[in-house]
């Protein structure tokens, strides 16, 4: 599993005292706004000072950033979160875990294929499985369908709805 997860990327300067606009690539901005230390891709520190949400963004102050000309600069960059940062509770995964899994039949060990996107819809998220005939089908993320989640053995096990997969 990767040590550093993407959480958002940096989109436009903000004012002019060096705050930055950040698109979250999470659950919400609110989680994004939890976290004093965030990653460039190398692995270097980004020490946040503050943060707050406004309109589904989030507007951040990086520490040694505090003019508009080095906040220009790190527009594009993609931060990154340190999974051992987050506690999740049972039953939640990060999405990125759960790319590549092997679906399986949780009575047969039929192999549906393997999931490649999860998206969100509101009430449940919709997981994208790319079946072994090369069809993509989507399954609910609910109790009834989803079994087990094995992310440390790449294994998924479902009991398919009726009519799930026609």
Not at 85 to 111: H, K, N
Request: overall charge negative; charged content about 30%.
């Amino acid at each position: 599993m990767k040590k550093y997860l993407e959480i958002g990327k940096i989109v436009s300067v903000f004012g002019l005292k060096g705050e930055v606009k950040v698109q979250p690539w999470c659950d919400s901005p609110d989680f994004l706004c939890e976290f004093d230390t965030l990653y460039y891709k190398s692995g270097t520190p980004v020490e946040v000072e503050r943060s707050r949400v406004q309109k589904n963004i989030v507007v951040m102050k990086i520490k040694g950033c505090d003019t508009v000309e080095e906040a220009q600069k790190l527009r594009n960059r993609v931060l990154y979160m340190d999974r051992e940062d987050v506690e999740l509770e049972e039953g939640a995964y990060f999405v990125q875990d759960l790319i590549g899994l092997t679906v399986v039949d949780a009575e047969s060990g039929e192999t549906y294929g393997e999931l490649t996107e999860v998206s969100e819809t509101g009430a449940n998220d919709v997981y994208h499985i790319k079946m072994t005939d090369g069809r993509t089908c989507y399954i609910p993320a609910i109790p009834d369908v989803v079994r087990e989640t094995d992310t440390e053995g790449g294994i998924m096990k479902i009991t398919p709805l009726d009519g799930l997969f026609d």
